[in-house]
């Protein structure tokens, strides 16, 4: 069984399956969530830690994950420290091609299958469809269980709810009824990471400069 | 960092000093495991002499609420450092671990 990391789990949520592409929603702040599943993969790995003024490395030694250890040897070759959210944003700024690298490790792992399809008739695209829903159904009850149980969250489960309410993933699982009876304690698992909240802080400045751009347009 | 223990009945008071962070978490995580499973179920950490505490930090004593509660028990804290108590603050912990004012409120807290 192929064990995913925080940045897998999320662009597998953040897949809409009937297009077999990333959720038009979510694409805009699909490579901040993926640079923040990474780091967050590589704090519970106990690689990197953080605080409240900056990121920085406690081990530097490669995890065995090409994307993992591409990240971890960028901030270790960075001589200042710098915070969470100056990372998500430069990491992801930085590397253009999260996504696709994402769903090719997904289509070598079996989880994804690629398949080419027709837009318009002419026009070709690749999708990504599940082979099962295995890992979204895992991954939806694990985040359905940190709502809904009274129970002290793990940390993996606790940055993976941070993930899926930076993307809106979280809102377009929950009905409006699981909604308003979550939103407290969305606030308060959200809260306890601070690379959770960090993503949170700049999917939402993603956000408001898109906003900003499309603004002359309305 | 360095931790010390008082046992009394299914209770360990917990007395830390230094810094809690990725190299030193790992010690935490040691002390609540024996602790648990020697029976103790209520876990108090007097912070007082614990200056800093990183993200890995607080995430083990998140594990810690998390084995003490699945236990039948639970962990309070007290004698939080002002930098200690911005963490705290921000990250809302205080709402899954209560923060006491003193050994005596942190007991209380659990009911001891």
């Known amino acids: 069984m192929t064990t995913l990391t925080l940045a897998d789990e999320i662009v597998v949520l953040m897949l809409d399956d009937t297009i077999g592409e990333i959720n038009p929603g979510c694409m805009n702040v699909a490579g901040v969530a993926i640079a923040g599943g990474i780091l967050m993969e590589l704090a519970l790995r106990e690689n990197i830690d953080t605080d409240l003024k900056s990121l920085f490395v406690v081990n530097p030694k490669p995890t065995g994950d090409a994307l993992l250890d591409d990240f971890l040897a960028e901030i270790a070759a960075e001589p200042e420290r710098h915070p969470s959210a100056w990372w998500i944003d430069t990491l992801s700024t930085r590397h253009t091609d999260l996504v696709e690298r994402i769903l090719a490790r997904l289509v070598a792992s079996g989880i994804l299958r690629e398949e080419e399809r027709r837009f318009l008739w002419v026009f070709a695209r690749r999708a990504y469809p599940q082979v099962s829903d295995r890992e979204e159904r895992e991954a939806k009850a694990r985040l359905m269980s940190v709502l809904f149980n009274d129970e002290v969250p793990n940390p993996r489960d606790t940055l993976l709810l941070g993930l899926a309410n930076s993307t809106g993933v979280l809102s377009a699982i929950l009905s409006s009824d699981e909604q308003d009876k979550s939103a407290a304690r969305i606030e308060e698992v959200v809260a306890l990471e601070e690379i959770g909240r960090s993503v949170g802080l700049v999917a939402n400045q993603v956000r408001d400069a898109m906003t900003m751009m499309l603004a002359p347009y309305h | ?112």
């Open chain 2, 1 to 112: 960092m360095e931790i010390t223990s008082k046992i009394d009945g299914d209770l360990v008071q917990l007395n830390v000093s230094g810094s809690i962070d990725a190299s030193t978490s790992p010690n935490v995580e040691q002390a609540v495991n024996a602790a648990i499973k020697g029976g103790r179920k209520r876990l108090i950490f007097d912070m007082r002499q614990v200056s800093y505490i990183s993200s890995a930090g607080l995430r083990a004593l998140l594990m810690a609420a998390k084995q003490a509660k699945a236990a039948g028990g639970g962990v309070a804290v007290f004698g939080l450092q002002s930098e200690v108590e911005e963490v705290f603050t921000i990250s809302g912990f205080g709402k899954i671990v209560p923060i006491a004012t003193s050994d005596a409120d942190a007991r209380a807290k659990l009911g001891a």
